[in-house]
T-cell receptor, first 116, second 117 residues
Framework: NAGVTQTPKFQVLKTGQSMTLQCAQD?????MYWYRQDPGMGLRLIYY???????DKGEVPNGYNVSRLNKREFSLRLESAAPSQTSVYFC???????????????FGAGSRLTVL | AQKITQTQPGMFVQEKEAVTLDCTYD???????LFWYKQPSSGEMIFLIY????DQQNATEGRYSLNFQKARKSANLVISASQLGDSAMYFC??????????????WGLGTSLAVNP
């Protein structure tokens, strides 16, 4: 019963380094999302993919890139990490395309990223 | 402005008692949805319950119920018979129409619930 799997769970980077957060879901969901969670800011959408082959910017896309590699996998890349990107990152997926109706999200366990 | 407000940063409840977590919302979208998610200390977000704006009856899922008062724009979560495992952060979220005819989720800042034995 894997659901949504994120790797790595923890990562420490130096300013300017790059890294990719990996996400995979085994529920045959159409939509996938990347969020960041910061104290006092709630959850903020970085990028989403409403279906295989499409990606769109969310609220806070600057400094990030994404790839929807196939229906299962959606990766988030930080090309040149900055301390402001220190956060907990969540990948999520949902069965429907877009946020229509009761489009319930299934979340991964989160990835805690620290940029020094 | 489209917004979710959770006014209780922290709540305490005695085991086996009921607790209400508040959520108020603001939107001009007539077709919206309201969600509650739970985030235990392990970190993952877990879906609890959903209420559509046109649903006539309050949603229920086991020990969870959503007290939906449309005129007051409130969607409070009621947990009956609290258990120690209910200790967690609880987030209210709203699905609304975005630019480009897409929908987006707006999240509240959460309420931390502690269940005392």
């Amino acid at each position: 019963n894997a659901g949504v799997t994120q790797t790595p769970k923890f990562q420490v980077l130096k300013t300017g380094q790059s890294m990719t957060l990996q996400c995979a879901q085994d529920m045959n969901h159409n939509s996938m999302y990347w969020y960041r969670q910061d104290p006092g800011m709630g959850l903020r959408l970085i990028y989403y993919s409403a279906s295989e082959g499409t990606t769109d910017k969310g609220e806070v896309p600057n400094g990030y890139n994404v790839s929807r590699l196939n229906k299962r996998e959606f990766s988030l890349r930080l090309e040149s990490a900055a301390p402001s990107q220190t956060s907990v990152y969540f990948c999520a997926s949902s069965p429907r395309t877009g946020m229509t109706g009761a489009n319930v999200l299934t979340f991964g366990a989160g990835s805690r990223l620290t940029v020094l | 402005a489209q917004k979710i407000t959770q006014t209780q940063p922290g709540m305490f409840v005695q085991e086996k008692e009921a607790v209400t977590l508040d959520c108020t919302y603001d939107t001009s979208d007539p077709s919206y949805g309201l969600f509650w998610y739970k985030q235990p200390s392990s970190g993952e977000m877990i879906f609890l319950i959903y209420q559509g704006s046109y649903d006539q009856q309050n949603a229920t899922e086991g020990r969870y119920s959503l007290n939906f008062q449309k005129a007051r724009k409130s969607a409070n979560l009621v947990i009956s018979a609290s258990q120690l495992g209910d200790s967690a952060m609880y987030f209210c979220a709203m699905s609304v129409l975005n630019a480009g005819n897409n929908r987006k989720l707006i999240w509240g800042l959460g309420t931390s619930l502690a269940v005392n034995p």
